[in-house]
Each structure stands twice: as structure tokens, then as C-alpha cells.
């Protein structure tokens, strides 16, 4: 089992309106994609959230091709969910990511995150499906693997992202308190249980550390 994390970027002048509605509108600064259901062949139901103004949002969103409704609750200041009813047939580069997306033997997991002009996410599955997943992707989709391994968990717990070696550092400092305030361990103690060098530890916990921030701030912040 591979795990793929991949950033993609649709040739602006063919990417579907409500891709670019989703990823390069003014009226959503991100946009995430919860879940979804395929249903038949012709149409489907997926659930967002979207950093961004609600009304001018859903006004866009219903008079973009492809799409058949838009179901819009407030989640929050400057923040609400989006149920939307598609109909992906209607749009032939959206029809060509949807199939490419749906094969079997691979996953993509939630939350899909549309920002930037650019839709990164993670899928799982054997080697050879996703290899021919990548292998599937239109020509107006330029896709860039960020990152490709074994898979450690879902992306939205972020000590899965961690190497065994940093997650080890980090447990071990968790143990000898060097969290605590004031800390009561040093690089030094940590290394000493690690059975490395003190400059090697740190470094496990600097990758651990800002592995985990960015994972805690995924809402937030890119990359």
C-alpha cells in the first residue's frame, strides 16, 4: 500500500469555472472538500468547506455549468458549509478527473484543499493503480507528487506524517518532561536515550516539531 500526496494546477484557460470558483475566486480564500457522493453515473453530491463570503459565493456557484445546486450554511465568521449537487458529465475535464479519481484499487482521502489556484490531497492504493492514476490525468492538469511513501494514517492526525525516528524522539522527550515548563531534560538526556548524537536528536524533534505545527495548522497555512 502507497500513499501519493499531490498538488495539481489546471491550465487556467480549460479548468472548469467552478474550479476556479473553488481555488481562485475572490470570494473564497480556501476551499475544502469534506466528502462526497458519486451517486449515478451522471451526477453526485460533495460537501465543502470554504473560507469566504457565503452569498456572493453561492450566486457564482449556481450559475456555473455543471452544477445543479447549491446548499449554503454559516460555520462561523468568514466561514460556511457548501452541499452541491453536480452533474461532472456536463464538463469534459471535470468528467476525465472524476473517472481518473474513482478507479478502483486507490482512495483519495479528505480533506481535498483548493487554494491558490492549485487542489492538493492525498490518495492510497497499490503502486500500480496509482501509478495509472497519474498516468490518467488530463493534459490540462499539471500534477506534482509532493510526497510518495507507505501509508501511516490518515493526513488529519498529524504524528502520522512523523518518521519512526522522530516519532521515537518525540515520545521519549514527552517522557523525560522536555515539554514541561520549565523543561526538565535536556538534547543531551534525549540523545543519550535515542542512542545518538545530542546534534541528532535535536534535529529528529526541529522535523517532528514543525511536522506536527503544520499538521495542527493545516486549516491555516500551505505546505
Avoid at 16 to 31: G, N, V
Wanted: charged share 25%; glycine share 8%.
Amino acid at each position: 500500500m502507497k500513499h501519493l500526496r499531490l498538488t495539481s494546477r489546471p491550465d487556467p484557460e480549460r479548468a472548469p469555472a467552478f474550479f476556479e470558483l473553488l481555488a481562485a475566486s475572490p470570494h473564497a480564500s480556501e476551499s475544502r472538500l469534506l466528502d462526497w457522493n458519486l451517486g449515478p453515473a451522471e451526477g453526485g453530491t460533495l460537501l465543502y468547506a470554504v473560507d469566504g463570503d457565503p452569498d456572493a459565493f453561492r450566486e457564482s456557484a449556481t450559475d456555473t455549468p455543471g452544477i445543479e445546486s447549491v446548499d449554503v450554511e454559516p460555520a462561523g465568521e468568514g466561514r460556511f458549509h457548501m452541499l452541491v449537487d453536480a452533474r461532472p458529465s456536463a464538463v469534459p475535464l471535470l468528467r476525465r478527473v472524476v473517472a481518473a479519481m474513482t478507479r478502483a484499487g486507490m482512495v483519495v482521502l479528505t480533506p481535498v484543499v483548493y487554494r491558490d489556484g492549485t487542489v492538493s490531497g492525498h490518495i492510497v492504493g497499490d503502486a500500480a493503480t496509482l501509478q495509472a492514476t497519474l498516468d490518467a490525468a488530463p493534459d490540462a492538469v499539471d500534477v506534482t507528487v509532493e510526497e510518495v511513501g507507505p501509508f501511516r494514517g490518515p493526513p488529519g492526525t498529524p504524528a502520522t506524517d512523523l518518521s519512526d525516528r522522530q516519532r521515537e524522539a518525540v515520545l521519549v522527550a514527552l517522557e523525560l518532561g522536555y515539554y514541561d515548563h520549565p523543561s526538565e531534560t535536556t538534547h543531551e538526556a534525549i540523545a543519550a536515550e535515542l542512542d545518538c548524537a545530542p546534534s541528532t536528536a535535536s534535529e529528529h524533534l526541529k522535523k517532528a516539531e514543525a511536522k506536527l505545527v503544520r499538521g495542527g495548522l493545516t486549516d491555516f497555512v500551505q505546505g
